[in-house]
């Protein structure tokens, strides 16, 4: 049965609190999540401290996760997101490796100061709260408002039975943490050292996290990425709790090779579309070492031949802000592997992933989003990708049925407000096809109004697709569909398609955005 269940205990305790903290922390259970690090030990301290009291939300962002002064709980979730992610980490470990310490660290619901829960006899099993901690449902995270009541602790009864409540509590966490959270920041298995030889995916896409050494990450599309491997030279850096704009997966931006290095990656006859991912977070406005433009220029080679020439991420996408440079009509060389080379110019060279995927020759992958914050697989068995490469603007959802659409859970979401979309794209001439229906103006709407009501110019690259395009005008009427497509429109000098939405009257919106390839 439980010794005791304390907030504060005595002084005399901490010894043995303090020491299954360090058991903990020296376990690697976040060793890829160093956020949860960093929250743990902060609250463990304060408790430490007796100043649990000081343990809210504000100071947690400023204090040990190195948000602003300006801080804004109710714009900002970081805090509740993290201390659900750390819910769910304690209750997995005290679940496995941790089940028979005798100390077991918890940070119950509706609070983050933890609480230490020390056993009398591993025999009990672990206590009925552990069981339950961090199952809650994500929403509830996000909620500044919800105070979740704490989960009583009733003597143990058997043996048998606390372990069945404990398992189908588990599954409870794993199955809302993946249907809830889409699997992110997720260990799911350990991979061979970065050094070893490795075969391609069983899919034949290969996706690289650079600088970190092992294990697999699934992110919000539900890709897994694996550690770094392949490669040679350069050094590891990692940067944690850094804000990274336009990044939909920040994690997969955290880690970094640098120096003079390359990759020699295997891969199967064909032809592959290359993705490399960037985010400047050493040099330019506001980080570490200043600077702006010219700060890092390199070189990116491809078996042998350039890639890219003088490539400067700050120039190409800004600061502390997510890049991708995409490639078509990539092969292996004759030895069968992919050879990249990143030579320096002015600074070391880096990269943050690296993705290879199946492709046609001469067409770039389709693109498809939809303004959601989860992915949408349509009729015709076609993944639309959650919102993301977006500034600006806001997401809602819609409840109204689209009539005449021939799928009309396109429309269940909107991107509304200034809105900016930019693309990574291959060299080449595209297609894009964009997605509208009314759904706020018109007659008994809640906002009323009609023709007139919502007016905006479309643009692509600076270019002016359309001038006032008035949904509600075009569609003749709310809840109905709009498509409007525009063919032969070129990638810029960035290797992007920079979409806007200008607002002329009211906001601007969309609900889906689709891009073809119509290089020939």
Not at 18 to 31: I, N
Not at 64 to 75: E, H, M, T, Y
Not at 355 to 379: F, M
Request: with cysteine.
């Amino acid at each position: 049965m439980l010794d005791h269940i304390s907030s504060m205990p005595a002084l005399a305790d901490f010894e043995r609190e303090k020491s299954e903290l360090q058991t903990l922390l020296a376990s690697g259970l976040f060793s890829r999540s160093p956020s949860l690090d960093h929250l743990l030990r902060y609250v463990c301290d304060r408790y430490f401290e007796g100043r649990s009291d000081d343990v809210k939300e504000y100071n947690i962002a400023v204090e040990a996760l190195g948000r602003p002064p300006d801080f804004d709980q109710k714009k900002d979730s970081i805090v509740r997101v993290e201390a659900y992610r750390l819910r769910r980490r304690l209750s997995e470990y005290y679940a496995g490796p941790g089940a028979s310490h005798d100390v077991h660290i918890l940070v119950p619901q509706g609070q983050y100061a933890p609480k230490f829960v020390v056993l009398s006899s591993p025999e009990t099993g672990p206590p009925l709260e552990i069981a339950t901690a961090g199952a809650e449902d994500f929403s509830a995270a996000l909620n500044p408002n919800l105070s979740t009541p704490l989960v009583e602790t009733s003597r143990p009864g058997p043996r048998w039975h606390t372990w069945i409540v404990w398992a189908v509590a588990l599954a409870a966490t794993i199955f809302s943490a993946y249907s809830l959270y889409s699997a992110r920041n997720r260990t799911l298995a350990t991979v061979p050292k970065a050094d070893s030889p490795r075969t391609p995916l069983a899919s034949d896409e290969v996706r690289i996290l650079a600088g970190v050494a092992d294990g697999n990450y699934v992110d919000s599309l539900g890709r897994t990425w694996t550690g770094d491997h392949y490669y040679h030279g350069g050094s590891v850096f990692h940067v944690a709790n850094h804000r990274i704009l336009g990044a939909l997966d920040p994690l997969i931006y955290q880690g970094r090779r640098e120096g003079s290095f390359g990759y020699d990656i295997p891969l199967k006859p064909g032809v592959y579309e290359l993705r490399l991912h960037f985010a400047e977070m050493l040099y330019g406005y506001m980080n570490l070492a200043g600077g702006g433009e010219t700060s890092r220029v390199f070189h990116i080679l491809a078996n042998g031949k350039p890639l890219l020439r003088e490539f400067d991420v700050i120039a190409d996408a800004g600061a502390s802000t997510a890049d991708v440079k995409v490639f078509k009509d990539i092969s292996p060389a004759q030895d069968g592997r992919l050879h990249l080379n990143f030579e320096e110019m002015t600074n070391q060279p880096f990269l943050n992933a690296i993705e290879v995927l199946p492709a046609i020759r001469g067409r770039a992958k389709p693109i498809y989003i939809v303004a959601r914050d989860r992915g949408y697989t349509d009729k015709q068995g076609r993944y639309w990708e959650p919102d993301h490469y977006s500034r600006g603007g806001q997401l809602v959802v819609r409840t109204e049925e689209i009539t005449g659409a021939a799928d009309p859970d396109l429309y269940r979401g909107e991107r509304f407000g200034n809105l900016t979309y930019s693309i990574p794209v291959a060299p080449g001439r595209y297609g894009i096809t964009l997605r509208f229906a009314e759904a706020w103006f018109g007659p008994g709407k809640p906002a009323g109004g009609g023709v007139g009501s919502r007016v905006f110019d479309i643009l692509c690259n600076g270019i002016a697709l359309v001038r006032n395009f008035d949904i509600y005008k075009e569609a003749g009427g709310t809840e109905r569909p709009v498509t409007r497509t525009f063919h032969g429109l070129e990638a810029n000098h960035q290797g992007k398609l920079i979409l806007s939405l200008v607002p002329v009257t009211n906001y601007a919106c969309i609900n889906a955005i689709e891009i073809t390839d119509e290089s020939k």
